[in-house]
């Protein structure tokens, strides 16, 4: 990211994907062969605790509004949205849209078969289950450790680390990039040379990353705690603005700005109080989508030209392909 910025992540992010679902998926098929197959792992888990083959155990309603609202956050994903500046073109969109979610849905489903068919196999053999006792994200570690040659399981490890650098090379580049052409150049350096901002961004991506790990270095801190949270503020802050720029003509700068500031504060303040026990990006999203109807509307509309920038991108986007090609003149 410091040396090759946005090519190089969408480059390496190629890798890592690779390598993410090579270890979700091969990971519970050998806890599965362990145990006696599934048969076998399905009777582990319910001698465990028969409530774990119920999907719903302990969760009411709000829970399980709460679980699907984490849908909501993918709108405000700086780091998923910068991904979108990969593609050649909005026709190219319909093959990655099912090139990405085959490899979604294959590796959500084997990261879910680790935890489930995990409790399985540490039933079993509990004397190797110290690992995950204390810190059950370990799950993944320790099976991936016991079971596979320390070659594979070598690899298979790397997995982790490439899915913290997928999102956290993104996420570098997005705020390198924000602080550079946002702050620097209009308010500090506004004759900047092109050469010295890239330097001022690679300068901000090892600012960035050394706040990182100072926080990541907090013992108490837990992956999912910390990701539920910053998924839920960037979801509620940026979410709605992606969606009603793309959607409602009439948004203004001032109604976009009020939905960035109520989204993030609803979701500080909800995440504090923990108001009947919803995900606090639900209420963080609605009262967002508010905020920037009411200060879109009580401002001044859109100027002519911005409508009909908008009118055009609509019309292109639902240009097909082929028609949007140039014609080709043979003399």
């Given at each position: 990211?410091?040396?090759?910025g946005?090519?190089?992540?969408?480059?390496?992010?190629t890798?890592?994907?690779?390598?993410?679902?090579?270890?979700l998926?091969?990971?519970?098929?050998?806890?599965?062969?362990?145990?006696?197959?599934?048969d076998?792992?399905?009777?582990?888990v319910?001698?465990?605790?028969?409530?774990?083959l119920?999907?719903?155990?302990n969760?009411?309603?709000?829970?399980?509004?709460?679980?699907?609202?984490?849908?909501?956050?993918?709108f405000?994903?700086?780091?998923?949205?910068?991904?979108?500046?990969?593609?050649d073109?909005?026709?190219?969109?319909?093959?990655?849209?099912?090139i990405?979610?085959?490899?979604?849905?294959?590796?959500l489903?084997?990261?879910?078969?680790i935890?489930?068919?995990?409790?399985a196999?540490?039933?079993?053999?509990?004397?190797?289950?110290?690992?995950?006792?204390?810190n059950?994200?370990?799950?993944?570690?320790?099976?991936?450790?016991?079971?596979?040659?320390?070659?594979?399981?070598?690899?298979?490890?790397?997995?982790i680390?490439?899915?913290?650098?997928?999102?956290?090379?993104?996420q570098?580049?997005v705020?390198?990039?924000?602080?550079?052409?946002?702050?620097?150049?209009?308010?500090?350096?506004?004759?900047?040379?092109?050469?010295?901002?890239?330097?001022?961004?690679?300068?901000?991506?090892?600012?960035i990353?050394?706040?990182?790990?100072?926080?990541a270095?907090?013992?108490?801190?837990r992956?999912?705690?910390?990701v539920?949270?910053?998924?839920?503020?960037?979801?509620?802050?940026?979410?709605?603005?992606?969606?009603?720029?793309?959607?409602?003509?009439?948004m203004?700068?001032?109604?976009?700005?009020?939905?960035?500031?109520?989204?993030?504060?609803t979701?500080?303040?909800?995440?504090?109080?923990?108001?009947?026990g919803l995900?606090?990006?639900?209420?963080?999203?609605?009262f967002?989508?508010?905020?920037?109807?009411?200060?879109?509307l009580?401002?001044?509309?859109?100027?002519?030209?911005?409508?009909?920038?908008?009118?055009?991108?609509?019309e292109?986007?639902?240009t097909?392909?082929e028609?949007?090609?140039?014609?080709?003149?043979?003399?």
């Amino acid at each position: 990211t410091f040396f090759g910025g946005f090519l190089a992540v969408s480059w390496t992010d190629t890798v890592q994907a690779t390598l993410m679902i090579f270890a979700l998926i091969l990971t519970p098929v050998f806890v599965i062969i362990a145990v006696g197959g599934v048969d076998s792992a399905m009777i582990e888990v319910a001698a465990k605790s028969a409530t774990n083959l119920d999907m719903f155990k302990n969760l009411d309603v709000i829970a399980i509004i709460s679980l699907m609202a984490w849908g909501l956050g993918y709108f405000g994903q700086p780091h998923i949205l910068a991904r979108f500046m990969a593609a050649d073109s909005h026709h190219s969109m319909a093959n990655a849209r099912r090139i990405s979610m085959t490899w979604m849905v294959f590796c959500l489903a084997g990261a879910v078969a680790i935890g489930f068919f995990g409790l399985a196999y540490f039933a079993r053999f509990p004397e190797v289950a110290a690992g995950v006792t204390g810190n059950p994200e370990r799950v993944f570690i320790e099976l991936s450790k016991i079971l596979f040659n320390p070659w594979i399981a070598g690899v298979l490890l790397s997995a982790i680390l490439a899915a913290v650098m997928s999102t956290l090379s993104c996420q570098l580049l997005v705020c390198s990039s924000a602080i550079t052409e946002d702050l620097y150049k209009p308010f500090l350096r506004k004759n900047a040379s092109q050469r010295e901002l890239v330097w001022v961004g690679r300068l901000m991506v090892l600012l960035i990353a050394v706040i990182a790990i100072a926080v990541a270095m907090n013992p108490e801190n837990r992956v999912l705690g910390l990701v539920s949270y910053a998924w839920a503020g960037f979801g509620a802050a940026f979410g709605p603005v992606v969606l009603l720029s793309v959607l409602w003509p009439r948004m203004t700068r001032n109604g976009a700005l009020a939905g960035m500031l109520v989204g993030a504060i609803t979701v500080i303040v909800w995440k504090q109080f923990g108001w009947l026990g919803l995900y606090e990006i639900i209420p963080g999203f609605l009262f967002a989508l508010l905020a920037i109807v009411v200060g879109s509307l009580l401002g001044e509309a859109p100027s002519k030209a911005m409508l009909e920038r908008f009118r055009d991108a609509e019309e292109e986007y639902h240009t097909p392909a082929e028609s949007a090609r140039e014609p080709v003149v043979v003399n």
